[in-house]
């Protein structure tokens, strides 16, 4: 049964839903895990159900007008200097961070299209343990050589086409079901 406050995520045969609209989505290199069972950098996308948190944009490569309607999330614009860090050891782990910075982190504001729109999920965030896994988006995919969408690190990726017309849709209270 579908929920308007879910966005399903089927690993299996890779399909996102929402509201009615299913479009093809991309989970991590190594596939889908139990939550219990991630780690950082295993590749891995972990099941469960992640609240989603809010929403961050490329305002050099997406304007709101981009979008199918106005954003009910709470947004903000991404900026050259944002990262997040992925450094189990750093206090900061799994929370947005500074760049540059003497630990390891994701930059946000990268060469490709993947976080043009990234969409924050709550996983391992309340509050983080680290190792257990950081930066577990929903985002654009990025087309890979062959023409196929490339696999994550992790996240649930999809073209931007639909993410345009899903974000919208996305409210206060709604989670990110990964099956």
């Not at 406050?5 to 889908?32: Q, W």
């Not at 930059?107 to 343990?129: K, M, S």
Request: aromatic residues 6%; negative net charge.
């Amino acid at each position: 049964m579908f929920s308007r406050d879910v966005i399903h995520v089927d690993t299996r045969h890779r399909v996102l839903a929402l509201d009615g609209l299913f479009c093809p989505c991309a989970i991590g290199k190594s596939g889908a895990i139990p939550a219990t069972d991630k780690r950082e950098g295993d590749g891995a996308t972990p099941t469960g159900d992640w609240p989603v948190r809010g929403v961050l944009l490329r305002p050099d490569r997406i304007a709101l007008t981009d979008l199918t309607g106005p954003l009910l999330l709470p947004w903000r614009w991404i900026r050259p200097d944002d990262g997040w860090s992925d450094d189990a050891a750093d206090p900061a782990y799994n929370r947005p961070v500074h760049v540059p910075r003497p630990t390891s982190h994701e930059r946000l504001a990268r060469d490709d299209q993947a976080y043009d729109v990234i969409v924050v999920l709550g996983h391992n965030d309340t509050p983080p343990q680290p190792g257990l896994g950081s930066a577990i988006f929903f985002h654009q995919w990025v087309i890979g050589a062959e023409g196929a969408p490339n696999a994550t690190e992790g996240c649930v990726a999809i073209a931007p086409e639909p993410m345009r017309a899903i974000l919208p849709l996305l409210r206060p209270g709604m989670v990110m079901r990964i099956s």
